[in-house]
């Protein structure tokens, strides 16, 4: 590797959550840079697309390994997954969109409490990177022009997501909001009253698309344009603007919060450009003119939020080798090839 790191190839990465739609990127990124990943997973015969498949190469060279944790919330749950790992990519996370946040919220805190625990009882750690989200920061709602900082946390989600019951489905996109800016904050205060040794950064995606590893993250929340593809507009309506952002991106921008060691202490948002799912429908028409895609979606909009970009793209050359964030056009070509395939 050309970059300088104090992390250097062969060494070991855990990432939680490692058959999620993230975070088998993040792995993906690591194993084609020379690192060995160690991952969590909840269900190892679910997952078993892992070693089978996608990584069965690194699996058979000891490269990648699995381990299960069924309760990422209990006490002393990572201490055995942790031992001996370089750095560690927390990206699992509760996303059952519940509109109950005391399903949601405090799971999601403790167990990003509970790793950061592990990690300063583990001499090897020198970082730690937490995945977290736009909303974490603020609303991506059309009207809203906040400008995000450093400083710039998503209070009105916290306090909406604890308003008394009832709790209607139609808020479960405020309780996980308020999951990730909770959580967030308390990784951010655990570094203020720890003091740990290692490196802590987070890495703030908006709406996350691009290229699945496995057919499991098209049946996802969050899979997006499988929603367009499909026509199924039931979970579009309340969002009529948004920011998008490639996976692959994202995974490069996690890589260099782990290996970069001028990079600490960094909210590294990630926002590629504003967009809607008419722009999205236009795309898909271009790309499979002979497929017949829904009508235009009515009251379709542009954000006005804005953030500094400039140290998350300066780190996408840097680590990735590339000028300026994959395209939606890119990341939609990506993301439906494989609906395409299953089509023919």
Not at 20 to 38: D, M, N, P, T
Not at 86 to 103: G, K, M, R
Not at 205 to 214: H, R, S, Y
């Amino acid at each position: 590797m050309s970059e300088p790191t104090n992390i250097p190839a062969g060494s070991t990465v855990l990432v939680t959550g490692v058959n999620g739609f993230v975070a088998s990127h993040i792995a993906k990124q690591l194993l084609l840079r020379g690192f060995k990943v160690r991952g969590t997973v909840r269900d190892p015969e679910r997952t078993s697309w892992l070693v089978k498949d996608a990584f069965k190469a690194y699996v058979d060279n000891g490269d990648f390994e699995l381990v299960t944790i069924k309760d990422f919330t209990a006490a002393g749950v990572y201490d055995d997954a942790i031992k001996g790992v370089s750095a560690i990519a927390h990206v699992a996370s509760v996303v059952t969109f519940d509109s109950d946040p005391n399903t949601v919220i405090p799971q999601t805190v403790q167990a990003a409490t509970r790793i950061l625990e592990a990690a300063l009882n583990e001499p090897s750690v020198k970082t730690f990177v937490y995945t977290s989200s736009i909303v974490a920061s603020t609303f991506p709602a059309p009207g809203n022009e906040t400008r995000v900082t450093r400083d710039t946390w998503n209070d009105v989600a916290i306090e909406l997501a604890w308003s008394p019951p009832p709790h209607p489905p139609s808020q479960g996109s405020i309780v996980y909001a308020a999951s990730k800016a909770a959580a967030e904050k308390a990784v951010w205060q655990f570094v203020e009253d720890k003091k740990p040794k290692f490196r802590v950064n987070s890495v703030n995606p908006a709406m996350i698309m691009g290229e699945p590893l496995d057919e499991s993250h098209l049946q996802t929340v969050g899979a997006w344009i499988k929603k367009l593809w499909d026509g199924d507009v039931s979970q579009l309506a309340s969002f009529s603007a948004t920011y998008h952002i490639d996976v692959k991106d994202v995974a490069v921008l996690h890589v260099a919060a782990i290996l970069d060691p001028k990079i600490s202490n960094e909210r590294l948002q990630a926002w590629a450009e504003s967009c809607n799912w008419n722009d999205m429908l236009a795309i898909l028409r271009r790309l499979y003119p002979q497929r017949h895609f829904i009508d235009d979606l009515p009251n379709q909009q542009r954000l006005s939020i804005s953030t500094d970009l400039t140290l998350p793209l300066q780190l996408l050359k840097k680590w990735g080798n590339q000028t300026g964030w994959r395209t939606l056009e890119q990341t939609i070509k990506d993301n439906v090839q494989l609906l395409g395939e299953n089509e023919k």
